[in-house]
């Protein structure tokens, strides 16, 4: 059973605990990371979601999920990456590169940045939630958006996110 902090549209947390699958009260939000990992040639680490998921399967994303209680943004960001990819990442190379509130999942979405130069470690996953990943430029992930295989929420990527560290939101 996976538990989850419940926030409120302050981003404050309430005191109040969730199951994972339940139905969010409404006027509480959980939160959730999307860490996009970039090595030193400006390619990013892309996952593709394995065949068994529930949603979007075999579609292509950056590593991400909820954070758990009593977690913290940061940590949550650092745990998926080691539980999807089996990447161990520094958590001081880690900026949070803008939030959202998502009123259509009732969570808010942190985007993390790491940057990254090690090899892919796939092997290394403590879950089978991913079934391949790969560095891929923008203009890969682009073609990839185009071809519909490409996660839908991930479009803020392409509104200048890629390519530079610092938010315009």
């Known amino acids: 059973m996976e538990l989850w902090d419940l926030y409120d549209e302050h981003r ?29 040639q400006g390619a990013y680490l892309i996952s593709q979601r394995a065949a068994n998921r529930p949603t979007f399967p075999l579609m292509w994303e950056c590593v991400g999920g909820s954070v758990l ?10 745990r998926e990456v080691a539980e999807e990819v089996g990447i161990i990442l520094d958590r001081s190379k ?16 942190d985007v993390w940045l790491f940057e ?42 392409f509104d200048g996110f890629c390519g530079n560290s610092r938010s315009h939101h």
């Not at 699958?21 to 970039?38: A, D, T």
């Not at 209680?69 to 650092?78: Q, Y």
């Open 12 to 40: 404050e947390k309430t005191g109040r605990t969730h199951i994972r699958g339940q139905k969010i009260p409404e006027g509480y939000y959980h939160l959730v990371v999307h860490v996009w990992i970039r090595n030193k």
């Open 116 to 157: 990254y130069d090690g090899e892919l470690q796939l092997e290394n996953a403590a879950t089978d939630e991913v079934s391949d990943c790969r560095w891929m430029y923008p203009g890969e992930i682009r073609k990839l958006s185009d071809e519909g295989k490409l996660v839908n929420t991930l479009g803020y990527f």
């Open 69 to 78: 209680k009593d977690e913290e943004s940061l940590d949550g960001a650092v």
């Open 94 to 109: 880690g900026q949070l590169v803008f939030s959202n509130f998502r009123e259509s999942f009732q969570d808010i979405v």
